[in-house]
């Protein structure tokens, strides 16, 4: 039997592995026979393009809110009748506040679904007492910490009392274990085999004359785009022949392109912008290696994915979200967080192009044995019907 399922995200302003698995999952939902609506607020060109591309039309976005982030949920007058009216089956949220708002709804009488939380990641904001990353002193940190204990307990009621949890890697899950003492099912995020899919590319427009690293995501602290600079800058001293590319919107923008100039590598680093779903499998396509510098708070790896689909060897820091993606030696280079370290294997990817292609080779199989958006959608659905037996 068909299940009327409501994903609730708060906002849909930038492309992220979360947004995009959201979007396709749900695709594939309604490929199954499920009715599927997806509630957010705002959203931008890009990922309007990315929806597109799902192939995916039931999106209901709220503009008239008076608090944007709270009013798909609570404030909106237009959900609460579509939620009365639709009598929805699963409630699906995603990013905070959704499951607050969830759990609180249910407890008000707007909904009798089964609430059903898929978790990308832990709030770092309310639970990681380390806020360096965000130029913040320790001790200010911490001062910060113990004022957003009410948060930390509205956070934990709401997941007390939602009715299951997906975590989206086995490091998600242990997370979730460990914070909310709470088992959950595991559904990783695939990977369209169908875009990223190196037969059906054409990449010509998008090749160098030199040989092309490429990294990919948001231009933030955390992604750690400042350290894949500065070991970029020991193996052009190797192999002067060497561009990288590094695709990707965010705050740190100005501060790399100021990195890359003080360098002098200006001539060697591109910054690509507004890159859409379809140009970024081009540049894949178009690169030698892919390279992630992401230390920490990566739960899994979206672009990783992506680029083996490609037919990429992946270099990657040896943590959480990758360990479950790359077979080390096999698929790419898991590596310490060590410019040396990362450089080195760069360069011994770039020395022996038959060992990259191999690799690549071996990481696409992978990709489509393990990780396609079909399979994922099919373990929700298991997961859904589970729970909505229970009731």
């Keep these: 039997m068909p299940l009327k399922i409501a994903i609730f995200h708060p906002i849909f302003d930038e492309i992220g592995g979360a947004e995009l698995s959201i979007v396709i999952v749900a695709r594939e939902l309604r490929k199954l026979g499920h009715k599927v609506d997806v509630f957010g607020v705002r ?44 009598k929805y089956d699963i409630i699906n949220p995603h990013h905070y506040p959704s499951p607050f708002i969830s ?19 832990l709030n770092d904001v309310i639970y990681c007492k380390d806020k360096s990353h965000w130029g913040i002193s320790q001790f200010t940190g911490k001062i910060i910490h113990y004022l957003l204990f009410p948060f930390r307990w509205i956070d934990k009621w709401s997941i007390k009392n939602i009715d299951a949890i997906v975590s989206n890697s086995k490091n998600i899950q242990v997370r ?31 090749l160098v004359n030199r040989k092309c690293l490429l990294a990919v995501g948001r231009l933030r602290k955390r992604k750690n785009f400042d350290f894949l600079i500065r070991v970029f800058k020991k193996i052009i001293d190797i192999f002067p022949n060497v561009v990288l590319r590094i695709a990707g919107e965010g705050p740190e923008k100005e501060n790399l392109a100021q990195l890359i100039h003080n360098l002098g590598l200006k001539g060697h680093i591109e910054l690509l912008s507004n890159v859409s779903q379809e140009e970024l499998a081009r540049f894949y396509k178009a690169c030698d290696i892919f390279v992630h510098p ?71 199989k992978r990709v489509l044995s393990n990780f396609t958006w079909k ?14 037996k229970a009731r």
Aim: proline share 3%; glycine share 6%.
């Design 43 to 86: 959203v931008n060109s890009i990922f309007k393009e990315a929806k597109q591309l799902s192939n995916f039309s039931s999106f209901r976005i709220f503009h008239n809110a008076v608090i944007d982030f709270l009013a798909i949920h609570l404030l909106g007058f237009g959900f609460l009748k579509i939620l009365r009216e639709e």
């Design 103 to 121: 759990v609180l709804l249910k407890k008000l009488g707007f909904t009798r679904a089964k609430i059903i939380w898929m978790c990308h990641g």
């Design 176 to 206: 979730v274990k460990e914070v909310y003492q709470r088992d959950s099912f595991i559904v990783n995020p695939g990977v369209d085999s169908d875009i990223f899919n190196p037969a059906r590319v054409d990449a010509r427009k998008y």
């Design 294 to 364: 992401v230390v920490r708070y990566e739960s899994w790896g979206m672009v990783i994915l992506e680029a083996m689909a490609m037919g990429k060897p992946v270099v990657a820091i040896n943590s959480s979200g990758p360990k479950e993606i790359i077979v080390n030696g096999q698929t790419g280079y898991l590596v310490d967080f060590s410019p040396d370290k990362f450089a080195k294997k760069i360069i011994n990817l770039l020395d022996s192009p038959q060992r990259a292609l191999r690799m690549g080779e071996e990481g696409r």
């Design 375 to 388: 399979k994922s959608a099919q373990k929700m659905e298991r997961i859904f019907y589970k729970m909505e």
